[in-house]
């Protein structure tokens, strides 16, 4: 089987800024793909260039076996972009909007208000696209990208400005997109989400892939310290440290801060067999890296524009 | 996996449900945006209504005089004469002289006539009019003449059949209608075709477009046909008001014509309204710059006022603007009686006009803000 999508080299540079540089990408079909990076780090038009909207400097690039550049009418059907909420037409209603998109592709309207229904909006079908929530707005503009079946999906920052709960229900929405086969490639400032959703990630800095993998994977491959905290007042700090010494574990840091005794290790094993056996185990946390953690060591801390 | 749909209908299927919905899109939004509703049918109708009342009496020389006192030329004219006579004048009887000269002074009337001495007929009039000094002394002189001939009890010799070949005194109506039609229409398709342009383009839409499979062609068109609908909606109405009996127009016999005019203005007026948009950025510099050029076209082009009177180099620039055939090619058709020969040449100059407009305005068009 043919990758969903396969760049090569792409470069593309405005005046004096390279805002893609050199990114070369595989996305296997049926696969959930994360695009990560901070602002300014080319994701958008790394993106927009798979998309076909621009033309690449150099590079090559296939999706579903075709070149999405020039405008491929054979192509568009099988992809399915989601743009930004107020991507709309002015005054229409959820339901006119999702019609008329629909109708592009030769799709019927029945079609579309089962869309509708599918994303949650069926109560708001009749609600003027300018007076929907951001969580409706993302939620149309998805079922808008859907509507048409596609075989590939571009998502861009679809949670972003969501409340925890809309969320939550558009990662639901999200996973069932990709496990009835289709190949998504999602950007995100969440890397939360990305850890949730993502089959694989690529991690992008000024205009290149810095690491791709399955995030697990990538969170182990930092070697970072675990930290195991417990509530305050089971166990001294000094008789901690001789106890944790004493079963030879390697401490890199520990405290009390009247609330939580907490413990960085590269070892937590001895750790937490010595607080069991202290019978001090009352509000146990054992936290390790996150995403989040990789992300910052590839990409740095420094502000971003 | 709900298998994705393999049945792609046909290239030509998908292009007619394409250019139904956008045209169903542009004219929902159209109907809903109240804004856009008045000024592009309520405001120039408001004009049409406006002009077409402050200036109903315009071109008729109507002529005011006091009768002072009793005056035997007047008060003996047999009856037809004098209801002639009152078509071109309004004669009001006042007793106290001094009250109707100091009217004549201050020009609410043309002139005043008394009873002199020896059969003598008194005209004082104002030279503050010109126009109307001439007619005031014309008519009363005639009226004066008519009396001494028919003192002498002779038939007259020599007598004048005056009647009437065409209405070419242009009254205020028939330059309004296709003038304020003409501002109406630009209105329309300027701002129509400019502000969609812009605000598709901003909120994304453009790029949506871009990446279904829809073919260019047929949004294109779909614009075009939306903009003629608003045009003719507009006409139809300009028409229905200005025929009422109150404003008068009388419509001669092609006046269908201006109906194709109308479609090729539209299509003019949408070029304008391509580069303003291509060029603008947002929504209200659009406005701005497309209200710069329509504004000064409609006066140059004879929408507000007729220019036959206007300087020579004015009349040369008003040639190279769509709103002037459009104005004076509607004013024959509607009005004057103009024939296919009146308007094809006008067709063929807003279409060249537009031709240019959108090959210029091309240059500028971006799909996506910067």
């Keep these: ?305 | 996996m709900s298998a994705p749909s393999t049945n792609t209908p046909s290239i030509e299927k998908e292009r007619v449900s394409t250019f139904v919905s956008i045209t169903r899109v542009m004219l929902t939004g159209f109907m809903r945006d109240r804004t856009a509703l008045f000024f592009t049918l309520a405001m120039p109708l408001i004009f049409l209504l406006l002009f077409g009342v402050l200036t109903k009496n315009a071109g008729t020389s109507h002529v005011k005089i006091a009768e002072v006192g009793q005056v035997a030329v007047l008060d003996s004219m047999p009856g037809d004469s004098r209801t002639e006579l009152e078509k071109a004048v309004t004669i009001t009887k006042y007793d106290d002289e001094s009250v109707a000269l100091q009217k004549v002074k201050k020009g609410d009337l043309d002139g005043l006539v008394e009873q002199g001495p020896n059969g003598q007929v008194v005209l004082r009039f104002s030279m503050s009019d010109q126009v109307k000094a001439g007619a005031v002394q014309t008519i009363v002189n005639s009226v004066v003449q008519q009396a001494n001939q028919a003192a002498s009890g002779q038939q007259p010799k020599f007598t004048l059949a005056p009647s009437q070949v065409e209405d070419n005194s242009l009254k205020a109506i028939q330059y309004l209608t296709p003038g304020l039609l003409g501002y109406a229409v630009a209105t329309g398709a300027v701002f129509g075709t400019s502000l969609t342009l812009v605000n598709w383009r901003k909120r994304r839409v453009l790029r949506r477009l871009r990446l279904a499979p829809v073919s260019i062609g047929s949004v294109v068109a779909a614009r075009v046909a939306v903009s003629v609908v608003v045009a003719f909606v507009q006409t139809a109405i300009f028409l229905v008001v200005a025929t009422m009996p109150f404003f008068g127009l009388k419509l001669t016999g092609n006046w269908w014509l201006v109906l194709p005019l109308v479609v090729c203005a539209t299509i003019a007026f949408m070029s304008i309204g391509f580069l303003t948009g291509a060029i603008a950025k947002t929504e209200e510099a659009a406005s701005g710059i497309s209200q710069i050029i329509l504004l000064p076209m409609s006066f140059l082009g004879g929408a507000f006022i007729p220019i036959d009177n206007a300087p020579h180099w004015l009349q040369t620039v008003s040639r190279a603007l769509p709103m002037r055939y459009l104005v004076t090619s509607a004013q024959s058709v509607l009005s004057k009686g103009g024939g296919v020969m009146d308007v094809l040449p006008a067709m063929g100059g807003l279409l060249a006009f537009a031709a240019l407009f959108t090959a210029i305005s091309w240059r500028f068009f971006s799909w996506d803000d910067a």
């Design chain 1, 1 to 305: 089987m043919t990758a969903a999508i396969s760049a090569d080299g792409i470069r593309k540079r405005y005046g004096d800024v390279q805002a893609v540089d050199g990114v070369s990408l595989t996305v296997e079909t049926g696969e959930f793909h994360g695009i990560l990076g901070p602002n300014g780090a080319g994701k958008t038009t790394t993106l927009e260039i798979l998309e076909g909207i621009r033309e690449p400097d150099e590079g090559r690039i296939e999706l579903l076996g075709m070149a999405p550049w020039p405008r491929n009418a054979k192509l568009l059907p099988r992809i399915g972009v989601q743009f930004q909420a107020s991507a709309f037409f002015v005054k229409l209603t959820a339901r006119e909007t999702i019609r008329t998109f629909a109708s592009f592709y030769g799709v019927g309207p029945k079609r579309a208000d089962a869309m509708l229904e599918r994303v949650g909006l069926a109560d708001s079908a009749s609600v003027l696209t300018d007076k929907m929530s951001g969580g409706q707005a993302q939620r149309l503009s998805i079922a808008c990208a859907l509507a048409h079946d596609p075989e590939l999906v571009f998502l861009d920052e679809p949670t972003t400005g969501l409340d925890p709960q809309a969320r939550r229900n558009l990662w639901d929405l999200l996973r069932d997109i990709n496990a009835e086969g289709r190949t998504v490639v999602l950007t995100t400032h969440y890397l939360d989400e990305a850890e949730v959703l993502c089959d694989r990630v690529s991690v992008m800095d000024h205009g290149k892939v810095l690491k791709t993998g399955a995030p697990a994977a990538l969170v182990r491959e930092i070697d970072d310290t675990v930290r195991v905290s417990v509530e305050s007042g089971q166990l001294g700090v000094e008789a901690a440290r001789e106890l944790f010494a004493a079963a030879g574990a390697e401490i890199a840091n520990l405290d009390d801060n009247g609330v939580s005794l907490a413990v960085s290790t590269r070892g937590p094993g001895p750790v937490l067999s010595v607080l069991a056996e202290q019978n001090a185990l009352r509000g146990l946390e054992v936290r390790g890296a996150t995403l989040e953690d990789v992300f910052l060591q590839l990409t740095g801390r420094e502000y971003r524009a």
